[in-house]
């Protein structure tokens, strides 16, 4: 990647493996979503003190995950129950903040 500190250039790579498929492409995506969350989570506050997020970084991560659960044991690991909560999480809080939305309800 020509850029590998801008989380939009991450981000879509991470789409574009999540949209081929394959575990091993999917292993990517995760890999890459993880990225863009990381990088835009370090990026300044805003002005009311809390941090930014991208709900598409973090959303593209849940389903990633979500899909690797379900593909069998070959591709479930800790890392996976973790991102997962921590995704379920950041999204629950964000839309707390705007809705009575509950991520619980999409199950």
Not at 29 to 38: E, G
Not at 48 to 73: H, K, P, Q, Y
Request: hydrophobic fraction near 30%; proline fraction near 2%; glycine fraction near 8%.
């Amino acid at each position: 990647m020509k850029k590998p500190t801008n989380y939009l250039y991450n981000m879509k790579y991470a789409e574009l493996m999540y949209s081929m498929g394959g575990g091993d492409n999917l292993v990517l995506a995760r890999k890459y979503y993880s990225k863009a969350v990381a990088l835009i989570s370090g990026l300044t506050h805003k002005p009311d003190g809390s941090r930014f997020t991208n709900v598409r970084a973090i959303w593209g991560l849940l389903e990633t995950c979500t899909r690797l659960e379900e593909m069998g044991r070959k591709y479930q690991d800790e890392i996976n129950e973790e991102l997962i909560e921590m995704c379920k999480e950041k999204l629950s809080k964000g839309y707390q903040k705007n809705t009575k939305f509950d991520i619980e309800d999409m199950k």
